[in-house]
């Protein structure tokens, strides 16, 4: 197939994270970027001899562009993804889909419109071995789901940060980064039609001032529940369940505890700790390409276990564990050619064989009520009843 032709709005940190596939999927080419960072773009026209522009609307302009990639911070997602849609052009957007209802529905409408796909990814429902627990969901060799328990214990909260990324209004906060994963991973795995959420949520520290933190339950039409637990506080790590297989599939060193902490004690203020975050994107004076593939294992968003009617089944980095009534099976998945190809793949199915994408608009939306529900529970301290949700629409 001629590869899709990828303009990419923003340079930061998600593209530092998604670039491995993007170099290493041939079914995408790099054509064009734009970010307000002239160093991310110069080092971008130096590695792939592609063009860069001044402003996302030049990008989206640009007709040798047949899809948007678009990372740009998360209360600029919305406005990014109709404009690209007005240009004709397919649009695959980071988590979050946006930060309100309003204006998930105003890219669904646009999408719709101009008809163009739009996709909204990488979240890590997309890993392979999360796809493959759905699988077995499916199949029905268990039974019905009855119980999902969702854990994760991360350094989010101790990551080189923008000012506007501890701002929940902004975006900021675990909520709209994190939950925005956790949340898709257990609506993928439950069906995807959640009725209600209770939740409290935790801002612990004076200088992180947003959510670090959060517990939530999760009721299905179905019938079946969920608990989702993130705290990203940087004590415990929830990867020593996992293998010491990091988040991205890179394998960790235990004895490197606080190393989050340790990084931010340079930065004195709030412009030192965004520029701290600058030069280790791509582009920066600190940028360290990250491990070949062939060193990775699957991406993972903490310890899962779905439970059904005869079984439970545990999704890890290489293999998917069952644990039926009357026998343990171990599932082995083969290590990625192309980390995060699930993603490539269902763009490419929706733009050249037309199939209705899995993460499409309406099913971000859904999650992002969910996320939504997470802070209006915590906040008003009552179950949250939702109206956008849906269920999940390939197998």
Known sequence: MTPIRLGLAGLGRAFTIMLPTLIGDPRVRMVAATDPRPDACRQFERDFGARTFASIEQLCADPAVDALYIAT???????????AARHGKHVLVEKPMALTIEECTAMISAARSAGTVLIV???HSFDLPILRARAIVAGGELGAVRMIHAMNYTDFMYRPRRPEELRTD?????????????IDIVRLLGGGLVKSVRACTGNWDPARPTEGAYSALLLFENGAC?????????HYDSDELMGWSGE????KNPTEYGAARKRL???ATAAEEAALKAARNYGGSRYVPGPPASALAHQQFGHIVVSCEHGDI???PGAVQLYGDVERRVESLPAPAVPRAEVIDELVGAIVGRRA???????????TEVCLGLLASAREQRDITLHYQVGVSAE
């Open 265 to 267: 004690q340079g930065a």
């Open 226 to 234: 969920a608990s989702a637990t993130y705290s990203g506080y940087a």
């Open 73 to 83: 911070p998360h209360q600029l997602h919305a406005e990014h993804a109709c404009l």
């Open 170 to 182: 902004e975006g900021g906060g675990v909520i709209f980064s994190q939950a925005a994963h956790q």
């Open 121 to 123: 990814g990488h979240s």
């Open 357 to 367: 994408p899995v993460h499409g608009g309406e099913w971000a939306r859904a999650t």
């Open 314 to 316: 545990v999704p890890m």
């Open 248 to 251: 991205l599939g890179q394998q």
